[in-house]
């Protein structure tokens, strides 16, 4: 055994599209809260 992982590339980009969706859907939530304070009086 030389202690190499073989494969695992589906944990890779599993693991870029749950970070690329999450960080997505914070700057959602942050463009709309945004846009809800300026509507505000």
Partial sequence: ???MIQG???FVWAAYGITF???S???FSLW???RA???EP
Avoid: A, F, H
Wanted: with cysteine; net charge neutral; hydrophobic share 35%.
């Fill in 25 to 27: 859907l914070y700057c």
């Fill in 21 to 23: 969706t999450t960080l």
């Fill in 1 to 3: 055994m030389s202690g």
């Fill in 37 to 39: 304070d300026k509507n």
């Fill in 8 to 10: 695992g590339w589906e």
């Fill in 32 to 34: 709309m809260r945004l």
